[in-house]
T-cell receptor
Framework: KAGVTQTPRYLIKTRGQQVTLSCSPI?????VSWYQQTPGQGLQFLFE???????NKGNFPGRFSGRQFSNSRSEMNVSTLELGDSALYLC????????????FGPGTRLTVT | TQLLEQSPQFLSIQEGENLTVYCNSS?????LQWYRQEPGEGPVLLVT?????EVKKLKRLTFQFGDARKDSSLHITAAQPGDTGLYLC?????????????FGIGTKLQVIP
C-alpha cells in the first residue's frame, strides 16, 4: 500500500505571495491532518479534515486554509505569505477517527524570502 | 506551555550506550504514541501505549506508559547510529468537542559511532 504523498517537496516563495500544498493520504484513509513544524515550536496542529469536512482547527490565522476532496486528497493554502511561515508542512492520514495513530508524508519544505 | 513535556530536548551519546527519554504531562491521556523523525522526512509511528503501566518492546526500544497515564518513557538499549533522529510523543485531547492530537517538542538524539 502506498504511503502518504505530499507535493511539492520543496518550495521557495516571496513575502505576500500565496501557496497551495497537496497531500494524498493512504488509500482507504479518510482523515487528513496538517501540521506546521518549526525548530522552536515543534509540530503545531493546523486542521483536520474527515469526509470533506473540517473537524478541528488549530490556532493559526485565517490566512491558513484547507479543503478535502471526495477522494480524500487534501490541499492547504497559505495566502499573503510572511517570513515566519517558513517551515516544514506535514500531512498525516489515519483510517478513521477512533484511532490516533497517524501516518505522515515526507512534508513540504516552504521557504519564504 | 506544551501539554506534553519531553526531556531531555537534546541528547548526544556514544554507540553502545543506553538512554531513556521522557514524555510528561499533568493531564491524563487515553493513549500515547511515539514517533521517530529523521531529517527531511515525516515522523514514523513506532508504538502506541494504551493501558496504564503497559510496557511494549520493539527490538532494542522499550516503551512504558505510566500507571496514571500521564507520562511515558522510551528506553533504548545499546544505541546505534541508526537510532539517530527526533523522538516525538503525541496523544489525543478533547478540544472543541473533537479529539485533537497534540505533540511534544521532541528529543533530538544523536548516536556517535
Amino acid at each position: 500500500k502506498a504511503g502518504v504523498t505530499q507535493t511539492p517537496r520543496y518550495l521557495i516563495k516571496t513575502r505576500g505571495q500565496q501557496v497551495t500544498l497537496s497531500c494524498s493520504p493512504i488509500s482507504g484513509h479518510r482523515s487528513v491532518s496538517w501540521y506546521q513544524q518549526t525548530p522552536g515550536q515543534g509540530l503545531q496542529f493546523l486542521f483536520e479534515y474527515f469526509s470533506e469536512t473540517q473537524r478541528n482547527k488549530g490556532n493559526f490565522p485565517g490566512r491558513f486554509s484547507g479543503r478535502q476532496f471526495s477522494n480524500s486528497r487534501s490541499e492547504m493554502n497559505v495566502s499573503t505569505l510572511e517570513l515566519g511561515d517558513s517551515a516544514l508542512y506535514l500531512c498525516a492520514s489515519r483510517h478513521g477517527t477512533s484511532s490516533y495513530e497517524q501516518y505522515f508524508g515526507p512534508g513540504t519544505r516552504l521557504t519564504v524570502t | 506551555t506544551q501539554l506534553l513535556e519531553q526531556s531531555p530536548q537534546f541528547l548526544s551519546i556514544q554507540e553502545g550506550e543506553n538512554l531513556t527519554v521522557y514524555c510528561n504531562s499533568s493531564s491524563v491521556f487515553s493513549s500515547l504514541q511515539w514517533y521517530r523523525q529523521e531529517p527531511g522526512e515525516g515522523p514514523v509511528l513506532l508504538v502506541t501505549v494504551v493501558t496504564g503501566g503497559e510496557v511494549k518492546k520493539l527490538k532494542r526500544l522499550t516503551f512504558q506508559f505510566g500507571d496514571a497515564r500521564k507520562d511515558s518513557s522510551l528506553h533504548i538499549t545499546a544505541a546505534q547510529p541508526g537510532d539517530t533522529g527526533l523522538y516525538l510523543c503525541a496523544g489525543p485531547k478533547l478540544v472543541g468537542g473533537y479529539q485533537k492530537v497534540t505533540f511534544g517538542i521532541g528529543t533530538k538524539l544523536q548516536v556517535i559511532p
